[in-house]
């Protein structure tokens, strides 16, 4: 059974740093590209970053790019998404989510999420 547990989200202060962490299980992490998307409320869900499967690639939203980093450990199971330098905005559901294919592609092509960790940055 493939499961994604999201954590690590919370509420935080304009310039703090918090780090998301994914853990997986039931499937060959290694063998997949894997991503980070966002939610806020009434909005469309949207890409925040990927990584190929051995990290030789990582794609990253221009709004987050310099300030976000996507990380991943293989011998673990486990995605992490560090966040720096936040920004107020509103409430955010972060999702991580399993590719298809090893490399990153198109964002059409997840097939599992998790169920989401909530972040709020406050000004």
């Known amino acids: 059974q493939v499961q994604l547990v999201e954590s690590g989200g919370g509420l935080v202060q304009t310039g703090d740093s918090l780090t998301l962490s994914c853990s997986v299980s039931g499937i060959t992490f290694d063998n997949y590209a894997w991503g980070w998307f966002r939610q806020a409320p009434g909005k469309v869900r949207e890409f925040v970053a990927a990584?190929?499967?051995?990290?030789?690639?990582?794609d990253y939203a221009d709004s987050v790019r310099g300030r976000f980093e996507i990380t991943r450990d293989n011998a673990k199971n486990t995605l992490t998404l560090q966040m720096n330098n936040l920004k107020p905005e509103p409430a955010a559901a972060y999702y991580c989510a399993k590719q298809k294919y090893r490399y990153i592609g198109s964002l059409s092509d997840f097939d599992f999420w998790g169920q989401g960790t909530q972040v709020t940055v406050s000004s």
């Open positions: 990584v190929s499967w051995i990290a030789i690639a990582r």
